[in-house]
Protein backbone atom coordinates (compact mmCIF):
# COMPACT_ATOMS: atom_id res chain seq x y z
CA UNK A 1 0.00 0.00 0.00
CA UNK A 2 3.11 2.82 0.86
CA UNK A 3 4.52 1.97 -2.38
CA UNK A 4 1.34 2.39 -4.12
CA UNK A 5 0.17 5.63 -2.35
CA UNK A 6 3.91 6.93 -3.12
CA UNK A 7 3.04 5.98 -7.08
CA UNK A 8 -0.19 8.34 -6.62
CA UNK A 9 1.55 10.99 -4.94
CA UNK A 10 4.36 10.75 -7.65
CA UNK A 11 1.50 10.85 -10.63
CA UNK A 12 -0.01 13.97 -8.62
CA UNK A 13 2.89 16.15 -8.43
CA UNK A 14 3.44 15.35 -12.31
CA UNK A 15 0.48 15.89 -13.09
CA UNK A 16 0.63 19.16 -11.28
CA UNK A 17 3.61 20.51 -12.99
CA UNK A 18 2.34 19.98 -16.13
CA UNK A 19 -0.64 21.33 -15.79
CA UNK A 20 0.93 24.61 -14.05
CA UNK A 21 3.87 24.89 -17.15
CA UNK A 22 2.46 23.39 -19.94
CA UNK A 23 3.12 26.11 -22.19
CA UNK A 24 7.14 25.73 -21.20
CA UNK A 25 7.07 22.01 -21.37
CA UNK A 26 5.68 22.45 -24.88
CA UNK A 27 9.17 24.11 -25.58
CA UNK A 28 11.04 21.81 -27.25
CA UNK A 29 14.46 23.46 -25.54
CA UNK A 30 12.63 22.74 -21.95
CA UNK A 31 10.27 19.84 -22.35
CA UNK A 32 9.15 16.99 -19.16
CA UNK A 33 12.98 16.61 -18.46
CA UNK A 34 14.15 20.06 -18.44
CA UNK A 35 11.01 21.28 -16.37
CA UNK A 36 12.23 18.39 -13.68
CA UNK A 37 15.88 20.26 -14.16
CA UNK A 38 14.46 23.38 -13.32
CA UNK A 39 12.29 21.87 -10.63
CA UNK A 40 15.64 20.69 -8.70
CA UNK A 41 17.52 23.60 -9.43
CA UNK A 42 18.66 26.23 -6.64
CA UNK A 43 19.53 29.71 -7.83
CA UNK A 44 20.82 32.51 -5.45
CA UNK A 45 19.94 35.83 -6.53
CA UNK A 46 22.55 38.62 -4.91
CA UNK A 47 20.71 42.20 -5.01
CA UNK A 48 17.23 42.06 -5.27
CA UNK A 49 16.76 46.09 -6.63
CA UNK A 50 15.52 46.27 -10.24
CA UNK A 51 17.57 43.03 -12.01
CA UNK A 52 17.41 41.16 -9.03
CA UNK A 53 13.60 41.27 -8.68
CA UNK A 54 12.88 40.71 -12.17
CA UNK A 55 15.20 37.52 -12.39
CA UNK A 56 13.62 36.31 -9.02
CA UNK A 57 9.91 37.27 -10.93
CA UNK A 58 11.06 35.27 -14.12
CA UNK A 59 12.58 32.44 -12.44
CA UNK A 60 9.77 31.73 -9.76
CA UNK A 61 7.24 31.79 -12.91
CA UNK A 62 9.55 29.66 -14.68
CA UNK A 63 9.38 26.94 -11.73
CA UNK A 64 12.81 27.04 -10.59
CA UNK A 65 12.72 24.79 -7.30
CA UNK A 66 14.53 26.87 -4.52
CA UNK A 67 15.66 30.91 -5.24
CA UNK A 68 17.83 32.29 -2.22
CA UNK A 69 17.17 36.05 -2.39
CA UNK A 70 20.00 38.07 -0.68
CA UNK A 71 19.77 41.50 -0.58
CA UNK A 72 21.05 44.18 2.90
CA UNK A 73 18.66 47.16 1.83
CA UNK A 74 15.02 47.90 2.01
CA UNK A 75 11.94 48.94 -0.25
CA UNK A 76 11.45 52.66 -0.85
CA UNK A 77 8.93 54.22 -3.24
CA UNK A 78 10.90 55.25 -5.75
CA UNK A 79 12.03 51.61 -6.33
CA UNK A 80 8.09 50.95 -7.36
CA UNK A 81 9.14 52.36 -10.99
CA UNK A 82 11.26 49.31 -12.05
CA UNK A 83 11.64 46.71 -9.39
CA UNK A 84 8.99 44.33 -10.08
CA UNK A 85 8.22 42.26 -7.15
CA UNK A 86 7.00 45.22 -4.56
CA UNK A 87 4.22 47.25 -3.73
CA UNK A 88 3.46 50.80 -2.00
CA UNK A 89 2.73 48.85 1.23
CA UNK A 90 6.31 47.51 1.28
CA UNK A 91 7.76 50.85 1.00
CA UNK A 92 5.45 52.36 3.44
CA UNK A 93 6.39 49.75 5.86
CA UNK A 94 10.14 49.41 4.87
CA UNK A 95 10.22 45.89 4.17
CA UNK A 96 13.29 44.37 3.57
CA UNK A 97 13.67 43.78 -0.26
CA UNK A 98 14.41 40.14 0.15
CA UNK A 99 11.25 39.60 2.61
CA UNK A 100 8.86 41.66 0.55
CA UNK A 101 10.17 39.70 -2.68
CA UNK A 102 9.82 35.93 -0.40
CA UNK A 103 6.03 37.32 -0.27
CA UNK A 104 5.10 38.06 -3.17
CA UNK A 105 6.76 34.99 -5.41
CA UNK A 106 4.75 32.95 -2.86
CA UNK A 107 1.41 34.69 -3.52
CA UNK A 108 1.65 33.26 -7.12
CA UNK A 109 3.77 30.06 -6.97
CA UNK A 110 3.85 28.79 -3.76
CA UNK A 111 5.39 25.89 -5.13
CA UNK A 112 9.15 27.65 -5.46
CA UNK A 113 10.73 27.38 -2.00
CA UNK A 114 12.44 31.16 -1.72
CA UNK A 115 15.28 31.74 1.13
CA UNK A 116 15.30 35.42 2.12
CA UNK A 117 18.79 36.61 3.46
CA UNK A 118 18.63 40.14 4.50
CA UNK A 119 22.72 40.46 4.79
CA UNK A 120 25.31 42.05 2.93
CA UNK A 121 27.66 39.56 1.04
CA UNK A 122 31.03 39.89 2.25
CA UNK A 123 34.06 37.58 2.31
CA UNK A 124 33.23 36.49 6.09
CA UNK A 125 29.52 35.21 5.11
CA UNK A 126 29.59 34.73 1.56
CA UNK A 127 29.96 30.94 2.09
CA UNK A 128 27.49 30.78 4.17
CA UNK A 129 25.22 32.69 1.62
CA UNK A 130 26.22 30.48 -1.29
CA UNK A 131 26.13 27.39 0.16
CA UNK A 132 24.42 24.58 -1.60
CA UNK A 133 23.75 27.02 -4.79
CA UNK A 134 23.70 25.69 -8.76
CA UNK A 135 23.97 28.78 -10.23
CA UNK A 136 24.27 32.46 -8.88
CA UNK A 137 22.73 35.75 -11.00
CA UNK A 138 23.82 38.98 -10.39
CA UNK A 139 21.44 41.55 -9.40
CA UNK A 140 24.25 43.49 -7.56
CA UNK A 141 25.04 47.39 -8.04
CA UNK A 142 29.07 47.59 -7.55
CA UNK A 143 31.80 45.85 -8.67
CA UNK A 144 33.32 45.73 -5.10
CA UNK A 145 30.52 42.40 -4.94
CA UNK A 146 30.85 41.27 -8.16
CA UNK A 147 34.44 40.81 -7.88
CA UNK A 148 33.97 38.38 -4.35
CA UNK A 149 31.46 36.66 -6.47
CA UNK A 150 33.66 36.29 -9.22
CA UNK A 151 36.54 35.12 -6.69
CA UNK A 152 33.95 32.73 -4.85
CA UNK A 153 32.51 31.48 -7.91
CA UNK A 154 36.08 30.89 -10.13
CA UNK A 155 37.60 29.11 -6.48
CA UNK A 156 34.43 26.78 -6.53
CA UNK A 157 33.94 26.07 -10.55
CA UNK A 158 30.38 27.28 -9.87
CA UNK A 159 28.76 28.85 -12.71
CA UNK A 160 27.58 32.74 -12.11
CA UNK A 161 26.01 35.33 -14.50
CA UNK A 162 27.16 38.69 -14.31
CA UNK A 163 24.27 41.59 -15.32
CA UNK A 164 23.58 45.44 -14.76
CA UNK A 165 21.36 47.95 -16.25
CA UNK A 166 21.64 51.83 -16.22
CA UNK A 167 19.68 54.56 -17.96
CA UNK A 168 18.88 52.64 -20.95
CA UNK A 169 21.86 50.19 -21.04
CA UNK A 170 22.16 46.61 -20.08
CA UNK A 171 24.81 44.45 -19.89
CA UNK A 172 25.28 40.26 -19.33
CA UNK A 173 27.66 37.94 -19.10
CA UNK A 174 28.02 33.81 -18.55
CA UNK A 175 31.05 33.06 -16.46
CA UNK A 176 31.97 29.27 -17.02
CA UNK A 177 34.89 28.82 -14.44
CA UNK A 178 37.40 26.65 -16.51
CA UNK A 179 35.65 27.05 -19.52
CA UNK A 180 35.42 30.60 -20.16
CA UNK A 181 36.21 33.66 -19.36
CA UNK A 182 36.10 35.05 -15.98
CA UNK A 183 34.66 38.63 -14.85
CA UNK A 184 38.63 39.70 -14.00
CA UNK A 185 39.42 38.47 -17.00
CA UNK A 186 37.51 41.05 -19.11
CA UNK A 187 37.55 43.93 -16.17
CA UNK A 188 41.11 42.95 -14.76
CA UNK A 189 40.49 46.09 -13.03
CA UNK A 190 37.44 48.16 -11.15
CA UNK A 191 36.40 50.44 -13.76
CA UNK A 192 37.83 53.60 -12.84
CA UNK A 193 36.65 57.32 -13.11
CA UNK A 194 33.15 58.28 -13.55
CA UNK A 195 30.77 55.16 -13.26
CA UNK A 196 27.10 55.35 -14.15
CA UNK A 197 24.69 54.48 -11.46
CA UNK A 198 20.74 54.95 -11.49
CA UNK A 199 20.97 57.70 -8.78
CA UNK A 200 22.81 59.79 -10.83
CA UNK A 201 21.81 58.60 -14.60
CA UNK A 202 18.57 57.34 -13.87
CA UNK A 203 16.93 54.01 -15.68
CA UNK A 204 14.56 52.82 -17.57
CA UNK A 205 12.54 49.95 -16.14
CA UNK A 206 12.22 48.38 -20.12
CA UNK A 207 16.28 48.37 -20.30
CA UNK A 208 15.99 46.21 -16.24
CA UNK A 209 13.45 43.66 -17.62
CA UNK A 210 15.45 43.18 -21.20
CA UNK A 211 18.77 42.33 -18.95
CA UNK A 212 16.31 40.09 -16.60
CA UNK A 213 15.14 38.32 -19.42
CA UNK A 214 18.55 37.45 -21.44
CA UNK A 215 20.22 36.85 -18.40
CA UNK A 216 17.32 34.40 -16.42
CA UNK A 217 17.28 32.56 -20.00
CA UNK A 218 20.88 31.69 -19.62
CA UNK A 219 20.29 30.19 -15.98
CA UNK A 220 17.64 28.37 -17.18
CA UNK A 221 19.62 27.00 -19.92
CA UNK A 222 22.60 25.94 -16.93
CA UNK A 223 19.60 24.29 -14.88
CA UNK A 224 17.97 22.41 -18.08
CA UNK A 225 21.48 20.72 -19.22
CA UNK A 226 21.89 18.50 -21.82
CA UNK A 227 21.63 20.01 -25.51
CA UNK A 228 20.73 23.47 -23.56
CA UNK A 229 24.16 24.25 -22.87
CA UNK A 230 25.00 24.07 -26.27
CA UNK A 231 23.33 27.26 -26.44
CA UNK A 232 24.82 29.20 -23.91
CA UNK A 233 26.08 32.46 -24.82
CA UNK A 234 29.97 32.81 -24.71
CA UNK A 235 29.43 36.87 -25.25
CA UNK A 236 29.72 40.20 -23.20
CA UNK A 237 26.21 41.02 -24.82
CA UNK A 238 25.33 45.11 -24.19
CA UNK A 239 22.17 46.80 -25.69
CA UNK A 240 20.89 50.06 -25.18
CA UNK A 241 16.94 49.80 -25.63
CA UNK A 242 16.37 53.60 -26.16
CA UNK A 243 19.01 53.99 -29.04
CA UNK A 244 18.76 50.40 -30.63
CA UNK A 245 21.90 49.79 -30.08
CA UNK A 246 24.12 46.64 -29.44
CA UNK A 247 27.47 44.49 -29.09
CA UNK A 248 28.75 41.64 -28.71
CA UNK A 249 32.60 40.80 -27.43
CA UNK A 250 33.62 37.45 -27.36
CA UNK A 251 34.56 36.16 -24.38
CA UNK A 252 36.93 33.68 -24.84
CA UNK A 253 38.36 30.68 -23.13
CA UNK A 254 40.00 32.00 -19.30
CA UNK A 255 43.09 34.20 -19.98
CA UNK A 256 46.42 32.53 -18.62
CA UNK A 257 47.08 35.53 -16.33
CA UNK A 258 44.11 36.58 -15.25
CA UNK A 259 44.53 37.31 -11.51
CA UNK A 260 41.46 34.86 -10.82
CA UNK A 261 41.54 32.34 -13.48
CA UNK A 262 44.92 32.07 -14.22
CA UNK A 263 46.81 32.82 -10.71
CA UNK A 264 44.15 31.59 -8.51
CA UNK A 265 44.67 34.66 -6.13
CA UNK A 266 41.50 35.47 -4.43
CA UNK A 267 42.22 38.85 -2.94
CA UNK A 268 38.21 39.74 -2.60
CA UNK A 269 37.11 36.52 -0.89
CA UNK A 270 40.57 37.18 1.32
CA UNK A 271 38.85 40.80 2.16
CA UNK A 272 41.80 42.42 1.24
CA UNK A 273 41.16 46.18 1.54
CA UNK A 274 37.32 45.86 1.65
CA UNK A 275 36.40 49.04 3.45
CA UNK A 276 33.66 48.84 6.11
CA UNK A 277 31.58 52.00 5.37
CA UNK A 278 30.56 51.90 1.74
CA UNK A 279 28.57 54.45 -0.55
CA UNK A 280 24.66 53.00 -0.43
CA UNK A 281 22.92 55.31 -3.30
CA UNK A 282 23.35 58.65 -3.79
CA UNK A 283 24.05 60.72 -0.63
CA UNK A 284 23.64 57.82 1.71
CA UNK A 285 26.41 55.61 3.26
CA UNK A 286 26.45 51.94 5.34
CA UNK A 287 28.30 51.08 7.89
CA UNK A 288 29.24 47.47 8.76
CA UNK A 289 32.30 47.07 10.71
CA UNK A 290 30.57 45.06 13.07
CA UNK A 291 28.04 42.51 13.95
CA UNK A 292 26.14 43.73 17.27
CA UNK A 293 22.53 42.55 17.92
CA UNK A 294 19.66 45.36 18.23
CA UNK A 295 16.75 44.82 20.45
CA UNK A 296 14.68 47.16 18.30
CA UNK A 297 12.27 47.99 21.31
CA UNK A 298 15.06 49.37 23.52
CA UNK A 299 16.16 51.47 20.69
CA UNK A 300 13.23 52.90 20.27
CA UNK A 301 12.90 53.88 23.60
CA UNK A 302 16.58 55.38 23.75
CA UNK A 303 15.80 57.11 20.64
CA UNK A 304 12.21 58.63 21.07
CA UNK A 305 13.74 62.01 22.68
CA UNK A 306 15.92 62.72 19.88
CA UNK A 307 13.80 62.20 17.12
CA UNK A 308 11.05 60.33 15.34
CA UNK A 309 11.64 56.53 15.37
CA UNK A 310 9.37 53.83 14.31
CA UNK A 311 10.16 49.79 13.78
CA UNK A 312 9.06 46.73 12.27
CA UNK A 313 10.51 43.13 12.89
CA UNK A 314 13.08 43.53 10.35
CA UNK A 315 14.01 47.49 10.12
CA UNK A 316 14.05 50.36 12.40
CA UNK A 317 14.01 53.43 11.26
CA UNK A 318 14.97 56.73 12.90
CA UNK A 319 14.69 60.54 11.37
CA UNK A 320 17.08 63.59 13.01
CA UNK A 321 16.83 66.31 10.49
CA UNK A 322 19.07 66.26 7.70
CA UNK A 323 19.63 62.54 8.98
CA UNK A 324 17.47 59.36 8.45
CA UNK A 325 18.89 56.19 9.89
CA UNK A 326 17.97 53.00 9.35
CA UNK A 327 18.89 50.07 11.26
CA UNK A 328 19.12 46.05 10.91
CA UNK A 329 19.21 43.60 13.34
CA UNK A 330 22.58 42.77 13.39
CA UNK A 331 23.73 45.97 13.56
CA UNK A 332 24.50 46.88 10.29
CA UNK A 333 22.76 50.86 9.10
CA UNK A 334 22.37 52.88 6.32
CA UNK A 335 22.88 56.59 7.40
CA UNK A 336 21.20 58.77 4.24
CA UNK A 337 21.73 62.58 4.23
CA UNK A 338 25.55 62.40 3.92
CA UNK A 339 28.54 61.44 1.88
CA UNK A 340 30.89 62.43 4.85
CA UNK A 341 32.19 58.84 6.25
CA UNK A 342 33.14 61.08 9.45
CA UNK A 343 29.58 62.41 10.08
CA UNK A 344 28.23 58.55 9.03
CA UNK A 345 30.48 57.14 12.21
CA UNK A 346 30.08 60.07 14.44
CA UNK A 347 25.95 59.44 14.11
CA UNK A 348 26.16 55.92 14.45
CA UNK A 349 28.57 55.78 17.78
CA UNK A 350 26.09 58.76 18.55
CA UNK A 351 22.77 57.12 18.66
CA UNK A 352 24.18 53.26 18.33
CA UNK A 353 27.51 52.76 20.28
CA UNK A 354 31.02 52.70 18.73
Not at 227 to 243: G, I
Not at 297 to 308: D, F, V
Request: charged share 20%; with cysteine.
Amino acid sequence: MTSLRQGVEKENIAANIHKRYSRQILFRGVGMEGQRGLAAGRVAIVGCGATGSALASLLARAGVGMLRIIDRDYVEPSNLQRQSLFDENDAAESLPKAIAAAKKIGSFNSQVVVQARVEDVTPQNIQVLLDGIDVIIDGTDNFETRYLINDFAVQGSLPWIYSAAVGSYGVTLNVLPGKTACLACIFPETPRGMVETCETSGILGTAVNAVASVAATEAMKMLVGGEALRHLRQTLWSFDVWKNEQAEIAAGKPRPGCRACGERDFVHLAGEGRPHITMCGRNSIQIHERARPIDFAEMQRRLEMHGTVRHNEFVLKFWREPYEMTLFPDGRAIIKGTTDTGVARSLYARYVGS
